[in-house]
């Protein structure tokens, strides 16, 4: 659906651990990106990465790392140092210089526990 | 860098009447607005965009008008129905740069 897939739908994170959120895009597309959102805010940008190898911080990257090892995949580690997590976390890819829009994955609701 | 502004953050109109949401930018260089519209815990979903070389571009019920000189540029919706509730956002990118610029959302009540 859409071509953009995240996993999982729900993670829950115990305190002090890492957890890795999945994404990965068959359309092609050059540039990823990773959102968060919280309850009845916006979009705030993390990371995004315009080429395989390379990426680059967002607005609150502090707490998150990613990795772009392959076009397609573009997963999103929330580490320990990210002191409030629960959200809902959404990948985005897109087409040259934007053109198109941005489409987005069904997003992973990640709560800690 | 680019900031977007969006207004209102809330507006609620009658089953049947229009929608206008507007959006204002600052760099002059931006040339590329999506409109999206999400949901209730859903993802952020593409409705219509428009490029800086077109004023104006029309979809069924959905419309965006773009002023370069004044920037900014607007959602128009009619004979709005309850599926249209949801939170909208308005978007600005340049062509050179990958990274979309996000207003603050405008969530949208329809009344019946």
């Known amino acids: 659906d859409g071509g953009i897939t995240q996993s999982p739908k729900y993670l829950f994170r115990k305190e002090g651990q890492n957890v890795t959120l999945s994404c990965e895009q068959n359309l092609n597309h050059d540039a990823m990106y990773w959102y968060r959102q919280d309850p009845g805010q916006g979009l705030r940008l993390i990371y995004y990465?315009?080429?395989?190898?390379?990426?680059q911080k967002g607005d609150i990257a502090e707490g998150y790392s990613v990795s772009r090892e392959k076009k397609e995949s573009f997963p999103l580690t929330v580490t320990s140092a990210q002191k409030n997590p629960t959200a809902f976390y959404l990948c985005a890819s897109s087409a040259t210089g934007g053109a198109g829009g941005a489409f987005f994955g069904q997003g992973t609701r990640l709560t800690v526990v | 860098g680019e900031n977007v502004e969006q207004h209102p953050s809330t507006l609620s109109v009658q089953e049947g009447d229009s929608a206008v949401i507007k959006c204002t930018y600052s760099?002059?260089?931006?040339?590329?607005f999506p409109w999206y519209k999400q949901e209730l815990g859903k993802r952020p979903q593409l409705i219509i965009d428009i490029r800086s070389n077109v004023g104006e571009k029309k979809d069924q019920r959905i419309a965006v008008t773009l002023n370069k000189t004044a920037k900014h540029f607007s959602l128009h919706i009619t004979e709005t129905q309850p599926e249209d509730s949801a939170v909208y956002f308005c978007a600005a990118s340049m062509d050179s740069n990958y990274q979309l610029i996000w207003g603050a959302g405008t969530k949208l009540i329809i009344k019946p």
């Open positions: 760099d002059s260089a931006s040339n590329y």
């Open positions: 990465s315009q080429i395989v190898n390379d990426f």
